[in-house]
Structure formats: structure tokens, C-alpha cells
């Protein structure tokens, strides 16, 4: 599933505009010549051994290292320039999870920043939905620039402007380039999430003013503005000459920042900008040098599902080869066939011919760009690479025939694919009669807004809560059916230990149920009622079937994912099976490097993918890794406190009228464990961020902490049994 899934309201706005200008034509690309410039200027990065001159951190959007069909190779695993890579230079860790929601925003936003979403505002995603002050609900995009507000215009009777990307204390949320840019390092950012403009509306007008020259080709030429201000951007160190004035730099604002105050700092935005900085020579080329447009022609960015490996690659080698040494970037998902007749968005099942032929595509454009970095003098003793995606996937579809097909010898065809589409609130209407009134995010969580804005122990949200873990329908894959399809529910309680619940209380849904991986709903009040199961339960077409691959979900395929490091003072020749998270990407990248953030992480350094001589000896400590294991049990959204907190949720939630005070006994349980479980962890956090820093662990509390999560594990595991 690519970056942009449904969304309504604003969210239908921007997408409109992103598919208009969305697939590219381009293939490959090459470098500098004569003028390549491979000069990094101030910037001081601090790594153990000093080797480490530059960064390069690509993220995946749905590309798997597990196997979705036994007979199947996976995804990276039919990508063999890419997977030896990583195994033959570095760690390729195998067990690593996203946050909830298991979306593209959320997976991402967690690597970059190393926080769970409560921290930095977007736990539902793509698009999210928010209260009004009237009771009704707006939608809102996850993917905006940084420093975006929420809303624009305000919705009557909203005064406040939350900003899109919101930390715990209401402030924007501390930006993941900070740490290098201090360092004197410029950061290239290639189409990762919220680093650079997302849209032509709010993110324009946010960076560049209402009455810009640039708001005014938006009006003019709203296409080619997408190509020129979208997708593609440079933060830059003080006094760097890429960001110049001249070079139409404009004042990189972030006002919460933390720590000093971030003043004398510039940024590039977009193609139209930062093209003839890096490339002087002419446009933007791919890795086989044809030049970057979308499907209309308009050259520049060509749309975040035309971030193909080389189109996404050849900005990043441009960008290194132009003296920029951190560069970040963001590569569109294989399963999807970008740009089929047309469609943006027709999926493919494991195995089937256009899903292995472009797994080829991006494997080829992986040889061409290691081999470019290697030409110019980039490589695994200078370089710290970091290869990691957002979420997992379900695949829904029929069994593919022939029987055993492994799309490499012999191609998998698919009968029917494509998720089970269901209309909750006709659904809702037509098994129960209940008529209270709610929208959702459209989703396979789909995360439910109850009109009116009631309390979690209100009689109308007690009574939806009860009713959707009954939901029952007819299976159109099997017909049969398919009981007790919500499998999981949680309501504001649990969705603070799942750390779903941010600093603005009007993005928080009122209940959220996890559904089985099979279903998407959305909810419509057309129709009414369901005339028969098939009409609020059905499958799209083969021919014009988008979306079969979900996430979002608590199911395991969902939430594992994989990071591969390379580079000076990272460890190499076992995968690393040890329970991992993404934000534990973060600090152990910059462990690495030797910087900091101005804020507490939550994740950990994973000391056990990297050389001795490269981490602090503290961090090595029997006590220091028993601590951040323990992390990962007790915090994590994924980790064993959360999913047993969960069933024990799930439970309460589903009880009937004549057995509320067992709802009641476990809601008070879990609200008691999570304030006990955020006072141990941060501690434990506390301890951790000491080691780094070479302080040693002080075993007493260490093992006082370790025995009170224990504890802490125990009493959530009781709950799960309830």
C-alpha cells in the first residue's frame, strides 16, 4: 500500500492532487562527471572511529523480508543486490516492529524521530479524523510538512491551531534533521515523510507565505507547482551556500524546537530549487539518465508513487555527489503496479508477473546506485547506511494457481484480490439496529468517531463498543460466515498504553477495534441498511483492484518489519533475531554518529548489531542490556505489557450490561498498570540515556527496576486471561 490510502475532506483535496501528478515516466540516471563535488563543508560528525563521513537512510514503503508465500521469495529477497549488501557488510535485523497504527505515516514518523506517536502526533494514518468543538468530525492528513498547522481554514468554532505534528506538550514536535544540521551538516531529504512539502495547499503556504510567488503558481499551475515545491529538500547547517538566499533558501523555522534556540538555519523546498544546486548541468535524471516528470510531463518531483528505487536513488547519489552528506529518502512500495494502464494502484499477489518484474526493476537500480556510490568513493568504510520500511502486510486474495508457483520459474495468476470492503455503520444498522450516529477512519483499525464527542463510559459508547465485538458477517471469499470479526478493541485507556493518545484530545477516537487482517471498512449512510450481507461486504473487480495488501492492523505480518546497517563500527555476518522496534533506529544511529537529540527517545540503543569499539562500555553491561530489553516488554506497542493489556481490553469492552463492573474492574487495572508502567520506564529510560553517555549502570536500581516491570508483566498477563 503506498503512502497515500483514502482520505476525505482535506485528505481527498490533497490526493486529487498528488495522483494527478503521481507516476513517473523516468528509469535511471547518471552522475556529476567533471563536476561531481563530494565536499561535506563543516560538517562534524562525532563516530567512534571518525570514518563515518556520510549518512544514507532509505525507507521502504511495504517491501517485506518475510515471505508471503512459502513458495514465493520474498521481497528482498528477489532484490539480491540489496539483501547481499546488507548481510555481506552489515546486520540485517530481522524482528523488528512498527507502532500502532501500522501505517506509512505512523512506521515512518516512529523510525524518523525515534518516539511513539503520542509523542509526535500522528497514531492514526494515513488521514485521521478530529472533533470539532461542535461534535462532528473533520479529516485531516498525516502527511503534511513539519511545522504545518492541523487545520486551514479553522472549522467554525475552532480558535486553536494545534500544529500537524504535535509533541506531548502541545508543542511541534522536534524535528529529525536538528542534530545533523547543528553538526554543520546539510540534510537532503528525498520524499521522507514531513521533512519535505507534502502538498501544494497548506504546506505552500506554510513555508513560503500566502502571497508568494509560489502560492501564485499553485493557482496558476497547480500541476507543474506539485512538481516544483513537492517531495524533495534540503535542511541546511549555518552559513551552508546551498541554502542561500541566492539560491532561494528561505528561513528553515522551527520555533519549539528544544535546547538552543534553532535560529540562522535555511532550507531548500522542492524539485524547482534544489535541482540546479545539486545537478547545474540540467534536469534531474533517473539512474539510465532520463529525465524525471510525472505522467503529465511536468518535470520535477513526480509523485510519491514515482518514487521508484530509480528515481528516489538518483536524488540521493545527486545529492552526496553535490556535498550534501546526509540524505534521507523514501521508495515507493513493489506490490503495487505504479503506473499499469494507468493505475497508480493496481495490486499485484506474491508471485504474479508485474510484481516480480518489478522487484527486478528496483534490484537492478540498487546495482546501478551502489555501484555509482562506489565510483565516486561512497561506500561501507566511510558510509553509515540504514535500509528499513513502515509496516507489514497482509495479503488478501485467493490461493494462486498453478499450485506451487514461485513467480520466478513459474508466474502466480490470482482469481480474485483485493480486501473484503465493509460498510461498518450500514452494517451496524442492519445486525443490530443501532442507529448511533459515528464515522471512522476508513481502515482495517478502523478507529470510530462518535458523533457528539461521549465520554468512554457513556451509554451510547458502551453499547457500539459491545455490538461491534459481536459483528458477524458473511465472508465473500469463503461464504461463510465469519464470526466475531473485530478482534480486538480498546477504547482511550488502552489506547494510552498503546501510546494512542496524543497531547491533542480532539484527534483521539472514541474506541478503536482491530479488525480481522481480511476487512476494510469505512462507514456511509447510503445504504440504510444492508439488503443482503453481500451488499455492505463485497470485493472490487480484479481488473480494477487497488488495495490487497493491509496494515494498520495488531496481526504479526503487520507488525514485523526489518532494518539492515552498514557501515564503519556496525557488526555484519549473523541477522540479529533480537526483538526490535522502530524507535530504536534512531538512537542507534546516532550513537553511531556520536550526536544527540535535545529530547528522550524512546528507544534504545541496539548494542548488539554494532562493534565494541563503536558504543560506550557501559551500554554493554549485563545490567544496560537487560534494561533495554526490558523496554521493549514493558513499553513497546507491539511489546508483551501492551498486547496483553490489550486482550485484557478487549475483554471489558466487549462485556455485557450484566457484567459492567467487570468492564469497569479491568478499565481501572489497566489505567493503574500504564501509570505504573510509564513511571518504570522512564527510569529505565533515564538509566539507559546515562549509559550512553559512558555513566554506568547502577546495578541496585537496575535490578530494583527490572524486579518492579516483572511485576508489572505478571499483572498484565492476569489481565489477558480475563
Known amino acids: 500500500m503506498s503512502r497515500r490510502r483514502r482520505a476525505g475532506a482535506l485528505g481527498a483535496l490533497l490526493l486529487a492532487c498528488l495522483l494527478g501528478a503521481s507516476v513517473a515516466a523516468a528509469q535511471t540516471s547518471s552522475g556529476l562527471g567533471p563536476t561531481r563535488s563530494l565536499a561535506t563543508g563543516g560538517c562534524q560528525l562525532n563516530s567512534a572511529n571518525g570514518n563515518i563521513k556520510h549518512v544514507i537512510y532509505l525507507q521502504f514503503d511495504n517491501t517485506h523480508f518475510r515471505r508471503d508465500n512459502p513458495n514465493v521469495p520474498s521481497d528482498l529477497e528477489q532484490m539480491p543486490h540489496l539483501l547481499n549488501f546488507i548481510r555481506g557488510n552489515g546486520t540485517l535485523l530481522t524482528n523488528d516492529h512498527t507502532a500502532l497504527i501500522s501505517h506509512t505515516a505512523t512506521g515512518i514518523l516512529t523510525s524518523l524521530t525515534g518516539v511513539y506517536p503520542d509523542r509526535m502526533g500522528q497514531p492514526v494514518s494515513n488521514s485521521f479524523r478530529y472533533f470539532t468543538p461542535s461534535g462532528t468530525t473533520r479529516t485531516g492528513v498525516s502527511f503534511a510538512y513539519w511545522t504545518a498547522p492541523l487545520f486551514d481554514p479553522a472549522p467554525a468554532g475552532q480558535t486553536d491551531t494545534m500544529p500537524e505534528m504535535i509533541n506531548e506538550n502541545g508543542k511541534i514536535a522536534p524535528a529529525p534533521w536538528v542534530p545533523y544540521t547543528r553538526a554543520g551538516c546539510d540534510f537532503g531529504a528525498v520524499a521522507t515523510a514531513n521533512t519535505i512539502l507534502e502538498n501544494t495547499a497548506i504546506d505552500v503556504k506554510t513555508v513560503f507565505g500566502p502571497n508568494s510567488a509560489e502560492a501564485a503558481e499553485v493557482a496558476a499551475t497547480p500541476g507543474q507547482a506539485f512538481a516544483d515545491f513537492v517531495g ?47 545537478k547545474p548541468s540540467g534536469p534531474m535524471t533517473d539512474l539510465d539518465g532520463n529525465t524525471i516528470q510525472d505522467a503529465s510531463g511536468h518535470v520535477g518531483f513526480p509523485g510519491f508513487d514515482g518514487m521508484e528505487p530509480t528515481n528516489s536513488l538518483s536524488w540521493v547519489a545527486q545529492m552526496q555527489e553535490a556535498g550534501i552528506p546526509i540524505t534521507y529518502a523514501y521508495i515507493s512500495d513493489a506490490h503495487d503496479g505504479h503506473g499499469t494502464a494507468g493505475n497508480t494502484h493496481f495490486a499485484y499477489g506474491p508471485g504474479e508477473q508485474g510484481y516480480v518484474d518489478q522487484l527486478h526493476a528496483y534490484d537492478t537500480a540498487f546495482q546501478k546506485f551502489f555501484a555509482r556510490l562506489a565510483d565516486d568513493g561512497i561506500d561501507k568504510s566511510n558510509t553509515l547506511f540504514v535500509v528499513t520500511v513502515d509496516e507489514g502486510d497482509h495479503f488478501v ?73 459481536q459483528l458477524h458477517w458473511t465472508n465473500p471469499y469463503t461464504g461463510s460466515v465469519e464470526n466475531n470479526i473485530m478482534v480486538a478493541l480498546a477504547d482511550h485507556t488502552e489506547m494510552k498504553t498503546l501510546h494512542m493518545v496524543t497531547a491533542d484530545p480532539a484527534r483521539t477516537p472514541t474506541f478503536t477495534p482491530f479488525a480481522d487482517p481480511n476487512w476494510f471498512f469505512f462507514a456511509s449512510g447510503s445504504p440504510a441498511t444492508c439488503a443482503t450481507d453481500a451488499a455492505c461486504a463485497s470485493i472490487p473487480a480484479r481488473t480494477s483492484q487497488s488495495f490487497a495488501w493491509n496494515h494498520g492492523d495488531i496481526q504479526d505480518e503487520i507488525a ?42 524512546d528507544g534504545r540503543v541496539v ?44 475483554s471489558g469492552l466487549a462485556s455485557d450490561t450484566n457484567h459492567d463492573n467487570r468492564y469497569t474492574t479491568l478499565e481501572k487495572s489497566i489505567a493503574s498498570l500504564t501509570d505504573q508502567r510509564d513511571q518504570v520506564v522512564d527510569a529505565i529510560k533515564a538509566q539507559l540515556a546515562g549509559a550512553e553517555t559512558g555513566q554506568a549502570v547502577d546495578h541496585t536500581q537496575a535490578t530494583q527496576l527490572l524486579d518492579r516491570a516483572n511485576g508489572l508483566l505478571g499483572r498484565a498477563a492476569g489481565l489477558a486471561g480475563h
Open 232 to 278: 524533495i529538500g534540503v535542511h541546511c547547517a549555518q552559513d551552508s551556500t546551498i541554502c542561500s538566499t541566492a539560491n532561494h533558501g528561505r528561513p528553515d523555522l522551527l520555533p519549539d524546537e528544544p535546547g538552543a534556540p534553532y535560529t540562522g538555519y535555511n532550507g531548500l523546498f522542492g524539485a524547482k530549487y534544489v535541482d540546479p544546486v545539486i
Open 607 to 650: 548494542s548488539q548489531v554494532l562493534a565494541p569499539s563503536a558504543i560506550p562500555a557501559a551500554l554493554q553491561s549485563s545490567d544496560a542490556v537487560a534494561l533495554a530489553d526490558m523496554l521493549k516488554r514493558l513499553d513497546a506497542p507491539f511489546g508483551q505489557f501492551a498486547m496483553d493489556t490489550l486482550k485484557g481490553s478487549t
Open 560 to 601: 514485523s518489519t526489518w532494518v539492515g546497517l552498514v557501515g564503519p563500527g556496525v557488526d555484519h555476518g549473523v541477522d540479529y533475531t533480537g526483538w526490535t522496534d522502530h524507535t530504536d533506529v534512531r538512537p542507534t544511529m546516532l550513537s553511531l554518529l556520536g550526536l544527540t537529540d535535545d529530547y528522550t527517545r
Open 397 to 469: 486474495g485467493d490461493t494462486p494457481t498453478p499450485a506451487g508457483c514461485d513467480g520466478i520459474n513459474v508466474a502466480c495468476t490470482y482469481n480474485r484480490v483485493g480486501e473484503i470492503n465493509g460498510n461498518l455503520s450500514a452494517m451496524m444498522r442492519t445486525q443490530f439496529s443501532d442507529t448511533t450516529p459515528f464515522t471512522v477512519h476508513s481502515d482495517d483499525a478502523p478507529t470510530v468517531y462518535i458523533t457528539g464527542n461521549p465520554s468512554q463510559t457513556a451509554l451510547a459508547t458502551r453499547k457500539l463498543e459491545r455490538e461491534m465485538a
